[in-house]
């Protein structure tokens, strides 16, 4: 298959003035299809984010034995049903989804099948030690070959003890997401406890609590590090899904580096998603926020400042503020995001080699990046199949004359026909 050629990305030198939808959170998407698969009875998922990610879970879900039935916006899902006798070995395409490679193992292992999970060439060099060993933990045949990483077989157990359970979840968040979602169908339940490091993404671990809790799941957390999740029935919820607030980023990284101001429809008021932290970060840039009913307002400031940010938290909104840091009026120093390195690519090395390509000066440090502003030229932005990276393309396209980004449609892994979006409200 022949690979598209590079993009030419939307150039800017007026503010822009827009208003942007975003589609729905394909974490609490991906979240609540797991929750729906392991429920009581079926559950109606609305303006659910139709995306490669999620399209890739409905596929895993669906040959573990659910039933998803698709009527535009709204999604039915009829649970997995777990006395079904045993039956075929299946696969699971996990594409570069690390919901996927990382939620389904675990209830493969409570199906009656063995399931075999493989994925894009990236997805085969992501981390997945850490779910091979818990899974091995918790008293169920996985077949790895000795790689600790994609392609591997899980052999559905039917049941799975749980109880007291250690891991290192230093690396990823969804290693702990992943136990907690599938838990209330362990006999015993899981006291789930991560030892190690810093546990990066605590917003994406306090969202998977949540919507356990919504579902009449009791979910007791003693301490940042510990989850107490009881064993119990998962009660079917209708749920309507939130805008995907991460994805907003890139349309408010336009307006800082441009100048201008955008409005973000229907922001929630209260939520769990890393993304509500724009609402911080856009001021350390010089900029401001404002509620106007629904929606949120981002305007630039009169200057585009540097900053100093741990981004422990909230690493995925990472490669978009490199590109605003890259284009500020002065030094910028990230933190805090050393697990980066084991996401879709080594984002940091990624992160320093893209934006020095352009003539700028950024390098790598322990567990982050520092970023001194530069007169930025035109080239070819790699993406390496991150549309994490493709965003941060597009932003610095908008104050680089002549940048190409290459292989922007990876971008349709949570946000469909966001390259002709982009270049429609960009080029008005």
Not at 12 to 29: A, N, Q
Not at 336 to 357: S, Y
């Amino acid at each position: 298959m022949t690979a598209p050629l590079p993009w030419l990305a939307p150039y800017r030198d007026t503010p822009i003035d827009g208003t942007v939808l975003v589609p729905g959170s394909k974490s609490l998407t991906n979240r609540v299809l797991i929750l729906a698969a392991l429920a009581d009875g079926p559950s109606v998922i609305t303006r659910p984010l139709g995306s490669r990610d999620t399209t890739l879970m409905l596929g895993a879900l669906t040959a573990l034995g659910a039933t998803i039935q698709r009527d535009g916006m709204t999604w039915t899902v009829t649970p997995i049903h777990r006395g079904a006798p045993d039956h075929e070995p299946v696969a699971v395409d996990c594409g570069l989804a690390g919901t996927v490679m990382r939620f389904v193992p675990v209830l493969a292992a409570l199906g009656s099948s063995d399931v075999t999970l493989d994925g894009d060439e990236h997805a085969r060099v992501r981390p997945m030690g850490t779910t091979i060993d818990t899974l091995r933990g918790l008293g169920v045949t996985v077949n790895d070959g000795g790689r600790g990483a994609l392609p591997f077989t899980v052999t559905g157990n039917k049941h799975i003890t749980g109880g007291t359970l250690e891991i290192d979840a230093s690396s990823s968040s969804q290693f702990v997401s992943a136990l907690l979602l599938a838990a209330p169908h362990f006999d015993l339940g899981l006291d789930l406890r991560h030892v190690g490091a810093a546990l990066p993404s605590m917003p994406h671990i306090d969202m998977t609590v949540a919507e356990l809790r919504r579902r009449g799941v009791r979910v007791d957390t003693g301490d940042t590090n510990r989850w107490n999740v009881h064993p119990g029935p998962v009660d079917s919820l209708d749920v309507e899904i939130e805008p995907d607030l991460s994805n907003a980023g890139v349309f408010i990284a336009a307006a800082l580096v441009t100048g201008g101001t955008i409005r973000i429809r229907n922001w929630p008021k209260h939520t769990d998603q890393a993304g509500d932290a724009w609402r911080t970060i856009v001021p350390a840039f010089g900029g401001s926020v404002e509620r106007d009913g629904t929606d949120l307002v981002f305007a630039a400031g009169s200057t585009l400042d540097g900053v100093e940010l741990d981004l422990h938290d909230v690493g995925e909104l990472t490669p978009v503020i490199a590109a605003i840091a890259a284009l500020a009026t002065g030094p910028s120093r990230l933190t805090g995001v050393a697990h980066l390195r084991g996401h879709e690519t080594d984002r940091l090395k990624a992160l320093v080699t893209e934006i020095n390509r352009l003539g700028g000066d950024a390098n790598e440090l322990d567990d982050g990046l520092e970023i001194r502003p530069q007169a930025l030229t035109g080239a070819t932005f790699q993406t390496y199949d991150d549309h994490r990276m493709a965003h941060a393309g597009v932003v610095l396209g908008l104050r680089v004359r002549d940048l190409f980004v290459e292989n922007v449609v990876t971008t349709v892994k949570t946000y469909p026909n966001f390259a002709p979006v982009w270049e429609r409200l960009m080029l008005t």
